[in-house]
């Protein structure tokens, strides 16, 4: 019913920069809290950084200062640009997004994810 589709991953030295993004289609009425999530080998999935319909951010406490994450409501896509990237950046990131299908039902979907690997 609804896919999230990533792009940007890749392959980065240390102290660069990424922008990744993510948009949204199929059956969508309305999106609400948007995010970005990564999981490394061998460990759990986390947040990076969320951001609601409104704007409003948060950020996990090791990539503030140096991710920012941005919508556009007009086109469903979420991005997250990456600035001053370090190795222990390494994981999948994931897009997630709570989306209303329609009156009264909302459901959290995920996209398949997008590799990024910080490494000289």
């Known amino acids: 019913q609804v896919q999230l589709v990533e792009s940007g991953g890749g392959l980065v030295q240390p102290g660069g920069s990424l922008r990744l993004s993510c948009a949204a289609s199929g059956r969508i009425f309305s999106i609400n809290n948007m995010g970005w999530y990564r999981q490394a080998p061998g460990k759990e999935r986390d947040l990076v950084a969320g951001?609601?319909?409104?704007?409003?951010?948060n950020y996990a406490d090791s990539v503030k200062g140096r991710f920012t994450i941005s919508r556009d409501n007009a086109k469903n896509t979420v991005y997250l640009q990456m600035s001053s990237l370090k190795p222990e950046d390494t994981a999948v990131y994931y897009c997630n997004a709570d989306v209303t299908i329609r009156f009264g039902v909302t459901i959290g979907a995920w996209g398949q994810g997008t590799q990024v690997t910080v490494s000289s």
């Open positions: 951001i609601t319909s409104g704007g409003s951010t």
